[in-house]
């Protein structure tokens, strides 16, 4: 294969990027007014939906959140939980509370109702506490005093 081969072949292959380049131009440009439309309408951005509280009162803007003068929000400022937390004392008091009914139920110094109805009572008070304590900040109308630990 001599010198000449590979100049033919380099020249063939330029020649038909060139021609795959000018018909997939050409084949681009070919579209109705239709589907330019269609095309415009799926890239623009979706409108925005604005939500209306339930009450039909404005929404209290009491929030934490920082914003720029433009009126953008800034995230540099950490978040503020919404109450304090149980600390690490609060927590293994609860683990003691609930391994000791654990192992009351396997010793069998409480009866099998007895535990079931200790169960009911603490499941009662995790499903209702939060909806309790709001309403009870609700009707007090303040801002409740973070726990002391």
């Given at each position: 294969?001599?010198?000449?081969?590979?100049?033919?072949?380099?020249?063939?292959?330029?020649?038909?990027?060139?021609?795959?380049?000018?018909?997939?131009?050409?084949?681009?440009?070919?579209?109705?007014?239709?589907?330019?439309?269609?095309?415009?309408k799926?890239?623009?951005?979706?409108?925005?939906?604005i939500v209306?509280?339930?009450?039909?009162?404005?929404?209290?803007?009491?929030?934490?959140?920082?914003?720029?003068?433009?009126?953008?929000?800034?995230?540099?400022?950490?978040?503020?939980?919404?109450?304090?937390?149980?600390?690490?004392?609060?927590?293994?008091?609860?683990?003691?509370?609930?391994?000791?009914?654990?192992?009351?139920?396997?010793?069998?110094?409480?009866?099998?109702?007895?535990?079931?109805?200790?169960?009911?009572?603490?499941?009662?008070?995790?499903?209702?506490?939060g909806?309790?304590?709001?309403?009870?900040?609700?009707?007090?109308?303040?801002?409740?005093?973070?726990?002391?630990?």
């Amino acid at each position: 294969m001599g010198g000449g081969m590979v100049a033919r072949l380099n020249r063939y292959s330029v020649l038909c990027g060139a021609m795959c380049g000018i018909l997939a131009l050409t084949l681009a440009g070919c579209s109705t007014p239709e589907e330019k439309a269609a095309y415009a309408k799926r890239k623009q951005p979706p409108q925005a939906v604005i939500v209306k509280p339930a009450k039909g009162s404005q929404v209290d803007e009491t929030s934490t959140q920082q914003h720029y003068k433009d009126g953008y929000p800034s995230f540099n400022a950490p978040p503020t939980a919404a109450n304090v937390q149980i600390n690490d004392q609060q927590a293994g008091d609860m683990v003691k509370q609930l391994t000791a009914l654990g192992s009351q139920r396997k010793a069998g110094t409480i009866s099998e109702a007895e535990y079931q109805k200790r169960v009911a009572e603490m499941r009662k008070l995790a499903a209702d506490h939060g909806q309790d304590t709001l309403q009870e900040i609700q009707q007090q109308g303040v801002q409740p005093a973070p726990a002391q630990n």
